[in-house]
């Protein structure tokens, strides 16, 4: 363990492996007409998102291995393998002869990427633990979250001046910089607490994270909760493209959608403090459910087609409450963890981001013409959602009784 940090610098750092992460989607999202021009899809061809799907697939698979390594190895050398496959998926999609070998890179981009995406509340859970946690990372994410605002406005004016592989080059300055800062951050692992890389004990590790109901519940609330907010990100730019002919806006609505979800994140922590997690996931669920569900009604009256004004300003909200799941959802999902932080935090990432990916995909392939499939994907998401956490706060309950 290295010398007592700040929390400033904590939730600074945590932030900046997750814009790492972020920046391999968000800046490339304003060069979506220009990959599809590279690789010869049609001017409308939602498959470009699969880049999107792709990405979040290798973070999923990749945190099932980059868990257990870490509590194995430490956290500092397992970043650093994980950031160095992000820079050759980089590389990869850089050189990309065809679509099949650029989202090839994308999967292995991805799979490094879910390095930072696993050890981010792996190393939280290491230096705290409880409502202090979920505090932290709540903040850590609200820095964060101004990544999704600066991407998309670097990427355009990349675009201004260079191709788009540039802005994939940008990726690799951002990983070099991560490396630095983390041979600086230091390890966070308790020699006490490292385990074994036995097979037998990563599959006790996992029943264990498994057989914890709360914490599966939590996990599964979370994956639902991902899952509609992956739509926004897959099909935010073919929506204010196609749907309402604004292409040249995207990065300005893109940021100030993520300008909001930042907002939210910084304020959050008085009502984490005052109310407990458990029960501002259940409220930011709710909000969630409630908006999506104004919009689905006003579409329906539309034609699938509101005022671009009503969508994004019900989208927004629903976006911005559903992912404050992420800092309560996983602080209560690893409560239990203790030494098992790495292993749970790599199994609650699989789950989470894996099954979110599907789960968007879903709804992402059925949005065309309208804005409905992607109002009742957030609906149908947030009532489960929701549903998942009432079960666990159930479960801890129980659990409280019986102590």
């Given amino acids: 363990m290295s010398a007592q940090r700040s929390e400033r610098e904590v939730i600074g750092y945590l932030a900046f492996m997750g814009i790492l992460l972020a920046f391999g989607i968000d800046a490339s999202l ?61 590389v990869g999609a850089i050189v990309a002869p065809n679509l099949e070998f650029l989202l090839a890179s994308r999967l292995v981009w991805g799979l490094g990427a ?26 850590m994410m609200g820095v964060f979250m101004l990544g999704p605002v600066v991407a998309p406005i670097i990427g355009e004016g990349i675009l201004t001046v260079a191709s788009w592989q540039w802005i994939f080059g940008a990726a690799i300055i951002l990983a070099a910089v991560q490396l630095m800062w983390t041979h600086r951050f230091g390890e966070t692992l308790d020699p006490a607490n490292r385990r074994p890389l036995e097979l037998a004990e990563i599959v006790r590790g996992f029943l264990i994270v498994f057989r914890n109901r709360a914490t599966l519940a939590y ?12 739509v926004f990100l897959g099909s935010s730019q073919p929506v204010i493209d196609r749907i309402y002919g604004r292409a040249d806006q995207f990065a300005l609505w893109f940021a100030i959608a993520s300008v909001l979800m930042a907002v939210a994140f910084f304020s959050v922590n008085r009502f984490i403090e005052r109310h407990g997690a458990h029960r501002v996931a259940v409220a930011v669920a709710s909000v969630s459910v409630a908006s999506s569900l104004l919009l689905f009604l006003i579409a329906l009256t539309q034609d699938g087609v509101p005022s671009f004004w009503v969508w994004f300003v019900l989208i927004a909200v629903a976006s911005s409450a559903i992912t404050l799941l992420t800092p309560t959802c996983y602080s209560l999902a690893l409560e239990p963890m203790g030494e098992l932080a790495g292993t749970a935090s790599g199994v609650v990432g699989f789950v989470s981001t894996a099954g979110g990916a599907v789960l968007a995909a879903i709804v992402d392939a059925s949005i065309d013409a309208t804005v409905t499939p992607m109002a009742v994907g957030y609906v149908g998401y947030g009532l489960i959602a929701l549903g998942f956490l009432l079960l666990a706060g159930a479960r801890q309950r129980v659990a409280e009784r019986v102590a």
């Fill in 219 to 230: 996990a599964m609330a979370l994956t639902f909760g991902f899952g509609a907010f992956i």
């Fill in 30 to 90: 304003p060069a979506f007409g220009e990959l599809r021009a590279a690789f010869g899809l049609d001017a409308g061809s939602n498959r470009i998102s699969l880049i999107v799907t792709l990405y979040f697939m290798g973070m999923a698979f990749g945190q099932v291995v980059y868990g257990p390594l870490a509590d194995r190895f430490g956290r500092v050398p397992v970043l650093n393998a994980g950031v160095g496959l992000y820079c050759l998926g980089a």
């Fill in 114 to 139: 879910a390095s930072p995406g696993a050890l981010r509340a792996t190393i939280a859970r290491d230096l705290y633990s409880g409502d202090q946690m979920a505090r932290v990372i709540a903040m």
